[in-house]
C-alpha cells in the first residue's frame, strides 16, 4: 500500500499500525485480494431469491452460514433453467469467486460471491418441501373452513398458544388492551423454536379449542428464521388447525417466509398485536358509546311517539269546541257590525227626513205668506156670524127654548100641542111644563 | 335470547333505528320496535360488562382445574 498522502490528518498518537489510508484505496486493493481468492464450487438452499433489471440475487444458505450471491441475467438465461429458477428453497450448487464492489462517495459497498455458474441440485430442500405440502394442503381444501368459521366480534374467552415468557404474549395483551377488552385469556404456552414443537403446539390449540367457553384461539410467535418457523410448517399441525371448530389466527409468519399455518388459518396477521385486535375486531369503549347513543335514540323515538300523538290527539279532542268558539265570536262580531250599521242608518235617514221637514216647513211658511192673512180675516167675519145665530146666545139675552123633553125644539103653538110636555129651556135652567089646552081651534 | 351474539343483537339493533329513523313506523310498530330494541341495548351492555372487568389471565390447566371439580360432585350425587 502507497504510503499515507500528507493531506491526510495525522493518525492515532500511540498506535503503531500503518495508515492512516484513503478508504477508498484500502477498498479497491480489498477487492483486489478478494477476486484473487480461489474461484470454487459451493452448495445450500437458494433463499430470498430477487432479480433485478441487470442481475439476480439470493443468498446461498445452510446449517452453518450464507453468503450473499449475485450472477448477471443474461448468464442464467444462457443456462436454460426452467422460468423461475432458481426458486426460493432450492438446493443449488453454483460456481464462481469472492467480489466486492467498493462503493462510492454516493453508493454503499456490497460484497457478493459472483456466480458465473449454477446447476439445481433438486427440491429436497426446506422451502420446497413447504410448497409441496402447501400445494397438497390447498388442493384438499383446508385453506377454506377456517375461513369460513363465523368469528365472534365480542368473545369473552380468548386462548393463546405462545411460548411461554416470550415477547409475544406481552404484544397480544397490548392488542388486546388497545381494544379496550377485559375478558379472560387462556394461556397454552408451548415450545416456538423449532420442528420438534410442533406437536406441542399441536395439542395446545387442540386442548383450548375443546373448552366450551373459548371462542377463538391465537397462535402467536415474534418471527425468526425459517428454520425456527418450520414447526408452523408441521402438516399434523395445519391439518388439526384446519378442522379446529374455532377460529384459529396466525402470527408467526415472516415478511418473506410464510408458514403454512398463516394458509390454514382464519386470520394470518404480521404481528401478535395485530392478531389481538384481529380477535377482538371491537373497540370495548367506541362500542359503549354506541350503545348508549343507541339507547338514547331508542328513548327519543318513544317519547316522541307517544307525546306526539298525545298531543296530536289532545288537538283534536279540543277541535269542536274551538270550532263552535270560533263561529260564536264570529256571530258576535257581525251581530255588533249589524247593529252598528243599523244605528248609523236610522241616524243618518233622521238627518236626511229633517232636513226634508225643514225644508217643507219653509217651502209651507213661504207659500203660506199674504194669502193666509186674508182668509184669516174671512174665517173670523163668518165665526162671528155663526155665532149671532147662537141659540144659546138667545137664551142668554133672556129668551127660553122650548123642546119636547127629548131634545126636539118645538118651534110652534102645534107642536106643542102634540107634544103636551114640554120643557122650557132658561139661561140658568131647564124647567118642564105642561100643555093644558091641547086642542085649539 | 339464548343464541344471541352481540354481532347479531348490534345488527338488528342497527336496522331497529333506522326504521325508526325514517319515520315510516306507526305507533304500534313504534313501540314494538323501541320495546324489542330495548332487550337488545341491555344484551349488548351485559356483553360489554363482561369484557369490562378487566383482563383475567389464566393457564390452560388452571382454567381446566376450575371447570373439573362439577364432575364428581355430580357423580357422587
Redesign the interface.
Given at each position: 500500500m502507497a504510503e499515507p498522502r500528507s493531506l491526510l490528518p495525522p493518525g492515532i498518537p500511540g498506535s503503531e499500525l500503518p495508515g492512516p489510508f484513503g478508504v477508498g484505496e484500502y477498498a479497491a486493493r480489498l477487492r483486489e485480494r478478494l477476486r484473487g481468492f480461489a474461484r470454487v464450487q459451493l452448495v445450500g438452499e437458494a433463499v430470498n431469491c430477487r432479480t433485478s433489471r441487470a442481475r439476480v440475487f439470493f443468498e446461498l444458505r445452510d446449517a452453518d452460514g450464507a453468503l450473499p450471491c449475485a450472477m448477471w441475467r443474461t448468464e442464467l438465461e444462457a443456462l436454460g433453467l426452467p422460468e423461475g429458477a432458481p426458486a426460493d428453497g432450492a438446493q443449488v450448487v453454483v460456481a464462481g469467486g469472492c467480489d466486492f464492489y467498493p462503493g462510492s462517495r454516493t453508493a454503499s459497498p456490497h460484497f457478493s460471491f459472483a456466480v458465473a455458474d449454477l446447476r439445481v441440485a433438486g427440491e429436497g430442500d426446506l422451502l420446497a418441501q413447504v410448497e409441496r405440502l402447501r400445494r397438497r394442503l390447498a388442493a384438499e381444501g383446508l385453506f377454506a373452513p377456517q375461513k369460513e368459521l363465523p368469528r365472534?366480534?365480542?368473545?369473552?374467552t380468548i386462548?393463546v398458544v405462545t411460548g411461554e415468557g416470550g415477547k409475544a404474549g406481552d404484544d397480544v395483551?397490548a392488542g388486546?388492551?388497545r381494544r379496550?377488552?377485559?375478558?379472560?385469556?387462556?394461556?397454552?404456552?408451548a415450545p416456538v423454536q423449532d420442528r420438534h414443537a410442533a406437536p406441542r403446539i399441536t395439542r395446545?390449540v387442540q386442548?383450548?379449542a375443546a373448552?366450551e367457553?373459548v371462542e377463538l384461539v391465537i397462535v402467536a410467535r415474534g418471527g425468526g428464521s425459517l428454520a425456527d418457523l418450520m414447526c408452523f410448517c408441521d402438516e399434523t399441525l395445519c391439518r388439526t388447525v384446519a378442522l379446529l371448530r374455532v377460529p384459529v389466527i396466525a402470527s408467526v409468519g415472516h415478511h418473506t417466509d410464510r408458514t403454512l399455518i398463516d394458509d390454514v388459518a382464519a386470520v394470518s396477521c404480521s404481528t401478535p398485536t395485530h392478531a389481538a385486535e384481529a380477535a377482538?375486531p371491537?373497540h370495548?369503549g367506541e362500542?359503549?358509546g354506541?350503545?348508549h347513543r343507541?339507547?338514547r335514540?331508542?328513548?327519543r323515538?318513544?317519547r316522541r311517539?307517544?307525546l306526539e300523538?298525545a298531543r296530536a290527539l289532545a288537538r283534536l279532542s279540543r277541535a269542536p269546541a274551538e270550532h263552535v268558539a270560533r263561529h260564536r265570536s264570529r256571530l258576535h262580531q257581525q251581530t255588533r257590525e249589524l247593529r252598528a250599521a243599523a244605528v248609523r242608518r236610522v241616524a243618518g235617514e233622521r238627518r236626511l227626513t229633517q232636513g226634508r221637514a225643514a225644508a217643507l216647513d219653509r217651502q209651507a211658511a213661504a207659500a203660506a205668506g199674504a194669502r193666509g192673512v186674508a182668509r184669516r180675516a174671512a174665517l173670523d167675519g163668518l165665526a162671528l156670524a155663526l155665532e149671532a145665530h147662537d141659540p144659546e146666545r138667545v137664551v142668554r139675552r133672556g129668551y127660553a127654548v122650548v123642546d119636547d123633553r127629548a131634545g126636539t125644539i118645538v118651534t110652534s103653538a102645534a107642536e106643542a100641542r102634540r107634544a103636551g110636555a114640554v120643557r122650557l129651556l132658561f139661561r140658568d135652567d131647564a124647567v118642564e111644563a105642561t100643555i093644558d089646552r091641547r086642542d085649539t081651534p | 335470547m339464548s343464541d344471541l351474539?352481540?354481532?347479531s343483537a348490534?345488527g338488528r339493533?342497527?336496522a331497529?333505528?333506522r326504521r325508526?329513523?325514517s319515520g315510516e313506523a306507526g305507533?304500534r310498530e313504534?313501540?314494538d320496535?323501541?320495546r324489542e330494541?330495548?332487550t337488545l341495548?341491555e344484551f349488548?351492555?351485559s356483553?360489554?360488562e363482561?369484557?369490562?372487568?378487566?383482563?383475567?389471565?389464566?393457564?390452560?390447566d388452571e382454567?381446566?382445574a376450575r371447570?373439573e371439580p362439577a364432575a364428581p360432585t355430580s357423580q357422587a350425587a
Amino acid at each position: 500500500m502507497a504510503e499515507p498522502r500528507s493531506l491526510l490528518p495525522p493518525g492515532i498518537p500511540g498506535s503503531e499500525l500503518p495508515g492512516p489510508f484513503g478508504v477508498g484505496e484500502y477498498a479497491a486493493r480489498l477487492r483486489e485480494r478478494l477476486r484473487g481468492f480461489a474461484r470454487v464450487q459451493l452448495v445450500g438452499e437458494a433463499v430470498n431469491c430477487r432479480t433485478s433489471r441487470a442481475r439476480v440475487f439470493f443468498e446461498l444458505r445452510d446449517a452453518d452460514g450464507a453468503l450473499p450471491c449475485a450472477m448477471w441475467r443474461t448468464e442464467l438465461e444462457a443456462l436454460g433453467l426452467p422460468e423461475g429458477a432458481p426458486a426460493d428453497g432450492a438446493q443449488v450448487v453454483v460456481a464462481g469467486g469472492c467480489d466486492f464492489y467498493p462503493g462510492s462517495r454516493t453508493a454503499s459497498p456490497h460484497f457478493s460471491f459472483a456466480v458465473a455458474d449454477l446447476r439445481v441440485a433438486g427440491e429436497g430442500d426446506l422451502l420446497a418441501q413447504v410448497e409441496r405440502l402447501r400445494r397438497r394442503l390447498a388442493a384438499e381444501g383446508l385453506f377454506a373452513p377456517q375461513k369460513e368459521l363465523p368469528r365472534p366480534l365480542l368473545p369473552r374467552t380468548i386462548g393463546v398458544v405462545t411460548g411461554e415468557g416470550g415477547k409475544a404474549g406481552d404484544d397480544v395483551i397490548a392488542g388486546l388492551r388497545r381494544r379496550g377488552w377485559g375478558g379472560r385469556l387462556v394461556w397454552a404456552h408451548a415450545p416456538v423454536q423449532d420442528r420438534h414443537a410442533a406437536p406441542r403446539i399441536t395439542r395446545a390449540v387442540q386442548e383450548l379449542a375443546a373448552l366450551e367457553a373459548v371462542e377463538l384461539v391465537i397462535v402467536a410467535r415474534g418471527g425468526g428464521s425459517l428454520a425456527d418457523l418450520m414447526c408452523f410448517c408441521d402438516e399434523t399441525l395445519c391439518r388439526t388447525v384446519a378442522l379446529l371448530r374455532v377460529p384459529v389466527i396466525a402470527s408467526v409468519g415472516h415478511h418473506t417466509d410464510r408458514t403454512l399455518i398463516d394458509d390454514v388459518a382464519a386470520v394470518s396477521c404480521s404481528t401478535p398485536t395485530h392478531a389481538a385486535e384481529a380477535a377482538v375486531p371491537l373497540h370495548c369503549g367506541e362500542a359503549r358509546g354506541a350503545l348508549h347513543r343507541a339507547a338514547r335514540s331508542l328513548d327519543r323515538h318513544g317519547r316522541r311517539a307517544v307525546l306526539e300523538r298525545a298531543r296530536a290527539l289532545a288537538r283534536l279532542s279540543r277541535a269542536p269546541a274551538e270550532h263552535v268558539a270560533r263561529h260564536r265570536s264570529r256571530l258576535h262580531q257581525q251581530t255588533r257590525e249589524l247593529r252598528a250599521a243599523a244605528v248609523r242608518r236610522v241616524a243618518g235617514e233622521r238627518r236626511l227626513t229633517q232636513g226634508r221637514a225643514a225644508a217643507l216647513d219653509r217651502q209651507a211658511a213661504a207659500a203660506a205668506g199674504a194669502r193666509g192673512v186674508a182668509r184669516r180675516a174671512a174665517l173670523d167675519g163668518l165665526a162671528l156670524a155663526l155665532e149671532a145665530h147662537d141659540p144659546e146666545r138667545v137664551v142668554r139675552r133672556g129668551y127660553a127654548v122650548v123642546d119636547d123633553r127629548a131634545g126636539t125644539i118645538v118651534t110652534s103653538a102645534a107642536e106643542a100641542r102634540r107634544a103636551g110636555a114640554v120643557r122650557l129651556l132658561f139661561r140658568d135652567d131647564a124647567v118642564e111644563a105642561t100643555i093644558d089646552r091641547r086642542d085649539t081651534p | 335470547m339464548s343464541d344471541l351474539s352481540y354481532e347479531s343483537a348490534t345488527g338488528r339493533l342497527e336496522a331497529i333505528i333506522r326504521r325508526l329513523d325514517s319515520g315510516e313506523a306507526g305507533l304500534r310498530e313504534t313501540l314494538d320496535l323501541v320495546r324489542e330494541g330495548r332487550t337488545l341495548v341491555e344484551f349488548c351492555a351485559s356483553e360489554l360488562e363482561a369484557v369490562g372487568q378487566g383482563l383475567e389471565e389464566l393457564r390452560l390447566d388452571e382454567l381446566v382445574a376450575r371447570l373439573e371439580p362439577a364432575a364428581p360432585t355430580s357423580q357422587a350425587a
